[in-house]
């Protein structure tokens, strides 16, 4: 595949065929605003400005429509095979790129994002580190401190669990303690929530367990588009940067433009535009609630979706934009219902835009349960399309 | 005048005549005239696969007759000499200073002196290169002062002040330095180890991959850190890295016998640290840590070894701090006769000893060196006194390198774009 590395970027204003939503323009156009300012080298900007983001207003789950912006056909492929061509396109571009993790060099990683990377970049560059989570997590750190920027493969993200001291302390802190003077430029990336029966420790989601360290953003990806586009950006990030996959989602199939794109990892991503109620969703979620979407269409109801893709930072305009349209909020997340990320942007939104509400905020999350093993329990642990149904038309009443 | 390979002849010495080293094992038969590297390629004396565990122990300051004769000139220069007390001095006289400091009310929080443990700073700093690393704990006053971090900078820091090394972020337990490559200051034992790791390996990549490369070598990164460290997992997981991948670094225990409360011999099954450095093919090396020759001629082949991509070593410093583990540490467990025998074998007094014994310099000209390091520690309590309190506005200028992570607010705009935003005062 081409690395497109060469490339002229366009500045986008609204991308690909973006079903016109009156606030689009805008949006748009301050969106390119504030990226030409970060290119300038205005505040808050790395240097790195090159590259031109992309808006994330996105077509509905309309592949095609994303890729019909691109000059040429765009490519189809898996998400996995998205998140690998990131990592490609930015190991070919910057050599200080390197990834870290267990089995992701010669074993081509346990979920083939890494396949064949070590034969193109050798062993040092794609790592594979014995089985010691804090140590290599703390190990990236240190090498970004002296200039590398590192990738650190969570096998699981729950593997990370044990690399919570470094990941808190020394990612999250160390900048500020250090008063700026070391950055941290890593990306700590990996499958978690619930797959199919893989047992309480495989199946969690570290997203609500991270998101008070500070110093840290955590994005989840849902698409193979998001996927890539997401990872770019993550990479090229000063900033320590989580990415969270998720392990029934590798092997979704899109096209994606050939040319060359990042997405910006503080903004949310426009699923579906609607008028009745917003729903905000992240990671798989995305697509229980966009199976219940087809039901509520036919019961009459418009629902507004929006994967609001950063989970730490929210993105705040958007979210807000759409709840001063329609005034009816579910949250739809896959994290556990205590001090989950629904919890905290109940909070967010309830601190920024209560008086836009009609209703209580809904949020439907997974059950606070260690996710069984059976099917049946497992099935009733995480939401379910008749439930995000069955939210929508109490908060529409 | 060091030997161009690690000779074992000029430093063996029986255990009963090394100053203090009772712990100290003797050496295997036929290890005593190899070198340091040839000793590796046989392999043990005790176990076929087990590289030999190499125990170093210089004479030098003991006063043994045979090491002495031995050593027909001094071991150092007198430029490195008076290099080593000023330095030792500078420790001394700081970690006093904030002792006063403390409790008069300068310095708040946990403080962890480093007091009789300066030979050691000393010994292995003051080889090292700027581009070198040193990572170190909470006890990191003194790294930080070897590695060339100014006293002003540190001192401010710890008052808490904004022209502090960290601005007055960190505080007593994370002295940062970028232009020193002093890479932190942890409050978590063993959580410095790993990152020590991470810049060894970018050492090695910088040379392997980015193809810069320095004629001096690998640059080389110290981790120190304590006896209680060393039966932590990030401890034993970076002895293995560290290994595989030849890493260039070297893994610095100062054994000082106490963690907190406590003892090594109560929370260690097999006390003797250096010995753990073999079960990872690395070699383990135990030394005198109150004898900063001692500890220096140890250290420069370890990081000879780690400049020439030949991997890492360990190295046991057996050592001991003076005062207690904190400030606020009553220091109610350590008996008074361990305290007096540490007391009776002060690096610096020793020092200074085998300096007038050996005619580097007088007595006079090593107290102008004391009087000038009284005068630049004045100096920087002077300094971090004048200086300001960091402002409000600082509040959260450093959370992110890229403050676009702080998010787009309601009204569409970066939130970091509102002036008021790193006051903390609008909402994150």
Sequence with gaps: ?397 | MAAASFTAAKFLAPVAARSGGERAPPLPAGASSSSFARTLRRGGAHHPRLRTAFAVSSDLLAGNKAAQAAATHPAVTREEALELYEDMVLGRVFEDMCAQMYYRGKMFGFVHLYNGQEAVSTGFIKLLNQADCVVSTYRDHVHALSKGVPARSVMAELFGKATGCCRGQGGSMHMFSAPHNLLGGFAFIGEGIPVATGAAFAAKYRHEVLKESSPDGLDVTMAFFGDGTCNNGQFFECLNMAQLWKLPIVFVVENNLWAIGMSHLRATSDPEIWKKGPSFGMPGVHVDGMDVLKVREVAKEAIERARRGEGPTLVECETYRFRGHSLADPDELRKPDEKTHYAARDPITALKKYIIEQNLATESELKSIEKKIDDVVEEAVEFADASPHPPRSQLLENVFADPKGFGIGPDGTYRCEDPKFTQGTAQV
């Design chain 1, 1 to 397: 595949m081409a690395a497109a590395a060469s490339s002229a970027l366009h500045a986008v204003g609204a991308v690909a065929s973006a079903k016109p939503r009156s606030a689009a323009p805008a949006v748009a156009r301050r969106r390119s605003v504030r990226v030409a300012a970060a290119a300038k080298g205005g505040p808050g900007s790395s240097g790195r400005g090159r590259l031109v983001t992309r808006s994330a207003v996105a077509a509905k789950a309309d592949e095609a429509a994303a890729a019909a912006g691109s000059k040429s056909g765009g490519h189809e492929l898996l998400m996995f095979e998205a998140l690998r061509e990131a990592l490609i396109e930015e190991m070919n571009l910057d050599p200080t790129v390197c990834v870290m993790g267990e089995d992701v060099g010669h074993y081509g990683g346990s979920y083939k994002v890494t396949k064949g990377l070590a034969e193109m970049f050798g062993d040092l560059r794609v790592l594979d580190t014995p089985i010691a989570e804090n140590s290599f997590t703390g190990m990236g750190v240190g090498a970004a401190m002296k200039g590398l920027r590192p990738v650190v493969e969570g096998m699981n993200m729950g593997f990370l669990l044990l690399a919570y001291n470094q990941i808190s302390n020394n990612c999250g802190m160390l900048h500020y303690t250090s008063g700026g003077q070391f950055k941290i430029p890593i990306v700590i990336r990996g499958p978690g929530g619930v797959g199919r029966q893989l047992g309480a420790e495989h199946s969690q989601r570290l997203e609500s367990y991270f998101q008070s360290i500070p110093g840290l953003q955590m994005v989840a990806c849902s698409t193979p588009y998001n996927a890539k586009g997401l990872m770019k950006a993550a990479i090229r990030s000063e900033n320590p940067v989580v990415l969270f996959e998720h392990v029934l989602l590798y092997n979704l199939k899109e096209k994606i433009p050939d040319e060359e794109y990042i997405c910006c990892l503080e903004e949310a991503e426009m699923v579906r535009p609607g008028e009745h109620v917003t729903i905000l969703t992240y990671s798989r979620m995305r697509y229980h609630v966009m199976q219940a979407a087809k039901t509520l269409v036919n019961k009459g109801y418009d629902p507004e979706v929006i994967d609001i893709r950063s989970l730490k930072p929210f993105d705040l305009h958007t979210i807000g934009n759409s709840i001063k349209k329609t005034h009816r909020v579910l949250i739809v997340e896959e994290c556990m219902r205590t001090g989950g990320i629904g919890a905290s942007l109940r909070s967010a939104i309830i601190d920024n835009f209560w008086d836009y509400l009609d209703a209580p905020i809904m949020c439907l999350s997974s059950q606070d349960v260690p996710t069984p093993y059976a099917a049946t329990l497992e099935d009733a642990t995480v939401v379910q399309p008749a439930q995000i149904v069955a939210a929508v038309e109490q908060i529409c009443q």
